[in-house]
């Protein structure tokens, strides 16, 4: 075991992330680094940069995954996993994703910074389109990689362009010609992720590690109201087929619903798109998105059937359809790993607490194939998918220490 | 008084309505030439080759009305304005605006090619966005023509991409360099617009032309809903300021106190702006507009104190700002030229009723500066701003030529 001060250094990382930040960069202090866009192209860039600095091997996959490996000794061992994602939502923060990305490759490059060769592989990883803001849904490079959803399926998904996953993927790759591609898919030996836990209970109980215990359950839907297209100055009230006046009452009625079912039931409607979105034009169409989580998945599902049954009873004056696409159910993470986190904590002075993540991670779907667990840090206010999301610099450098020495415990453990 | 079957050429105008057609046509059948567009441009220089064809004298004017002129013996005699407006809707038809730009334009022609000078000049116009999709409010040509509205105004209006109506007004008319610029404004005789009824009445009726007797009054508002953004599955309900919740809520609550008041309102919400619309991220902000249009100016004022009422109630959790648009009440048009118009379809043997308009039009603004009137005649189902928007020709013929007798009565009757 290493000396603490050896195993990361904190000035770095946060430079790193400032860095990282001035990519895709709104006006407001903010991030809108979609999937695979310029943005994510030119973090790319920047984070291969860093890692030939320090003799990290460089490679990607079919689903646009990319790895930054620091080579072990034995190169059929399963290699420990550890990383986050670079995408953000449009107008998201500098921390969501970035910074356990970040705290993985600190600890990897302090790790190899110290010259002593890790018996396995130690792999950082940078996960594609975790958001699903620009292409639906998000987690669409873990799902590839543990192999929940088809690669075939997922490059068929078009954004509001009409741009499709599997040509950005393309254009991904062709910004890449010398990168080394991998498979997809292999097992390793653990999946360890660092994240902003996008929630208040850290900042709370003023406690800058949260171990996480699991993440809620969350299904995700589509709706679609397809109405009729008229003037509005001209067509009687009784004979319209008002997709927004029909959008307004079954979203009044699917909100009251799930108040009504259960007050934790988390349930949102965040994008809505009408059609032809016009002033003076009835709406012939509007689709919108649902967002469900809850840690019951027995109470989830309820919601998911009644979610279904009010849907169902519009039939005029406008069509309604409702098409699952998420039925992700809450899981557990390693207990062995958990444990493992709280005593390197405890070593070195960090306070921790076990925490249930609400928001969805790559995390979730990594743990169906390994051990898997996170280290949750404090964002202030519990804000996050925002542009004034905000960490505190020793609480995040108080994370990737105890994630760097997680790490380093990993890497040279005896198996 | 010439014959009857000089005074237009139903071929032509049926030929030149399919060429014209032809720009921003939709793979659906319809048209997208929304105002200041490119197609807007390529169709201002399909009606300049025509009108060169005839040696009518174009020019256009700052707020960028077209105008085709024949000369008349007295050029400081008022000029009759005969007219409508080649913007459509992104999903409009064929012939909203159109038929009447075509028809006037045919009547015209068809004097000129007579070659009988007529006392005054005669002008056909094309109004600049009057369906108020991409810059709204519409009808911006005939408002800064009479003067209701200032073009200084006008022209900081933006669309969707950021872009003003000043800057693609300076584009059209940077792509006419040798079209003569006229002042704004001028007062005519009188103002005549022939277009499709955009209603079922004429239809019911089996009726080929309407004497249209008033325009109903209209009111356009914006709303703005704003609350605060955040993550879908980690803000516990109670903290949510969700835009969307409050807007499903007060469309619902707008759509029932119109139809309380009274069924025969016409209220509509056509547009919904959702951001930052995301399925995972609750929205921060909702913008929608509200199109409100009744014959009676007093249930129209209630219908307005009642949205500001209902509005007005919302605080908590997200604020509503209500912003006024439009304000046009109901008005008549000229008596006697409303006769002149039944008596000229009665001597053509063509059957007439009288009719309300529903919908706006331009010469909603010409009536305060000068004697006005429109014809309508019949479009299949009453469907419009949509593109499947169908006139048979025989009806667009009918029209046609009670305009075109009309607007001869008129350029030679004595003063």
Same mark, same amino acid.
């Given at each position: 075991?290493?000396?603490?001060?050896?195993?990361?250094?904190?000035?770095?990382?946060?430079?790193?992330?400032?860095?990282?930040?001035?990519?895709?960069?709104?006006?407001?202090?903010?991030?809108?680094? @979609?999937?695979?866009?310029?943005?994510?192209?030119?973090?790319?860039?920047?984070?291969? @940069?860093?890692?030939?600095? +320090?003799?990290?091997?460089?490679? /990607?996959?079919?689903?646009?995954?990319?790895?930054?490996?620091?080579?072990?000794?034995?190169? +059929?061992?399963?290699?420990?996993? !550890?990383?986050?994602?670079?995408?953000?939502?449009?107008?998201?923060?500098?921390?969501?994703?970035?910074?356990?990305?970040?705290?993985?490759?600190?600890?990897?490059?302090?790790?190899?910074?110290?010259?002593?060769?890790?018996?396995?592989?130690?792999?950082?990883?940078?996960?594609?389109?975790?958001?699903?803001?620009?292409?639906?849904?998000?987690?669409?490079?873990?799902?590839?990689?543990?192999? #929940? $959803?088809?690669?075939?399926?997922?490059? /068929? !998904?078009?954004?509001?362009?009409?741009?499709?996953?599997?040509?950005?993927?393309?254009?991904?790759?062709?910004?890449?010609?010398?990168?080394?591609? $991998?498979?997809?898919?292999? #097992?390793?030996?653990?999946?360890?992720?660092?994240?902003?836990? @996008?929630?208040?209970?850290?900042?709370?109980?003023?406690?800058?590690?949260? #171990?996480?215990?699991?993440?809620?359950?969350?299904? +995700?839907?589509?709706?679609?109201?397809?109405?009729?297209?008229?003037?509005?100055?001209?067509?009687?009230?009784?004979?319209?087929?008002?997709?927004?006046?029909?959008?307004?009452?079954?979203?009044?009625?699917?909100?009251?619903?799930?108040?009504?079912?259960?007050?934790?039931?988390?349930?949102?409607?965040?994008?809505?798109?009408?059609?032809?979105?016009?002033?003076?034009?009835?709406?012939?169409?509007?689709?919108?998105?649902?967002?469900?989580?809850?840690?019951?998945?027995?109470?989830?599902?309820?919601?998911?059937?009644?979610?279904?049954?009010?849907?169902?009873?519009?039939?005029?004056?406008?069509?309604?359809?409702? +098409?699952?696409?998420?039925?992700?159910?809450?899981?557990?993470?390693?207990?062995?790993? @958990?444990?493992?986190?709280?005593?390197?904590?405890?070593?070195?002075? #960090?306070?921790?607490?076990?925490?249930?993540?609400?928001?969805?991670?790559?995390?979730?779907?990594?743990?169906?194939?390994?051990?898997?667990?996170?280290?949750?840090?404090?964002?202030?206010?519990?804000?996050?998918?925002?542009?004034?999301?905000?960490?505190?610099?020793?609480?995040?450098?108080?994370?990737?220490?105890?994630?760097?020495? !997680?790490?380093?415990?990993?890497?040279?453990?005896?198996?």
């Amino acid at each position: 075991m290493s000396d603490d001060a050896s195993l990361m250094d904190g000035e770095r990382l946060w430079r790193r992330l400032v860095a990282l930040a001035e990519i895709g960069a709104t006006p407001a202090g903010g991030v809108n680094r @979609q999937a695979l866009s310029d943005g994510e192209i030119e973090a790319w860039r920047l984070l291969l @940069q860093w890692a030939e600095g +320090t003799g990290l091997a460089a490679s /990607t996959d079919p689903a646009g995954n990319l790895f930054l490996t620091l080579r072990g000794a034995d190169p +059929t061992a399963a290699p420990i996993l !550890v990383g986050s994602h670079i995408d953000s939502q449009p107008t998201g923060g500098r921390f969501d994703g970035a910074a356990g990305v970040l705290a993985a490759l600190e600890a990897v490059t302090s790790m190899a910074e110290r010259g002593r060769q890790p018996p396995r592989d130690v792999i950082v990883v940078a996960w594609m389109n975790e958001e699903g803001s620009r292409f639906a849904p998000g987690m669409m490079g873990s799902e590839a990689f543990v192999g #929940v $959803r088809p690669l075939e399926w997922i490059r /068929t !998904v078009k954004d509001a362009d009409g741009i499709t996953v599997g040509e950005a993927l393309d254009r991904l790759h062709g910004s890449f010609p010398d990168l080394p591609r $991998r498979q997809l898919g292999f #097992v390793p030996a653990c999946f360890l992720e660092l994240h902003i836990e @996008q929630g208040t209970l850290l900042e709370a109980a003023a406690c800058p590690v949260g #171990v996480v215990t699991g993440i809620q359950g969350k299904k +995700t839907f589509r709706v679609e109201i397809t109405g009729r297209e008229g003037h509005a100055g001209t067509v009687p009230m009784p004979e319209r087929r008002d997709a927004v006046l029909v959008f307004s009452q079954l979203a009044s009625a699917l909100y009251a619903a799930m108040a009504a079912l259960d007050p934790s039931i988390m349930f949102t409607i965040g994008r809505v798109q009408v059609s032809p979105n016009a002033p003076s034009v009835i709406a012939s169409n509007v689709t919108f998105s649902i967002d469900l989580r809850h840690p019951d998945n027995a109470l989830l599902d309820e919601a998911g059937r009644r979610i279904a049954a009010i849907c169902g009873e519009y039939t005029e004056p406008c069509a309604v359809s409702l +098409t699952p696409l998420v039925d992700a159910p809450s899981n557990l993470f390693d207990a062995d790993l @958990q444990e493992r986190i709280a005593h390197a904590a405890s070593a070195l002075g #960090v306070r921790t607490m076990p925490i249930l993540s609400a928001a969805g991670h790559d995390a979730r779907h990594l743990a169906k194939i390994c051990p898997t667990a996170m280290i949750f840090i404090p964002c202030r206010d519990g804000i996050s998918h925002a542009e004034n999301e905000w960490v505190e610099p020793d609480d995040l450098v108080a994370g990737a220490r105890v994630l760097a020495r !997680v790490v380093d415990e990993l890497a040279f453990a005896q198996t």
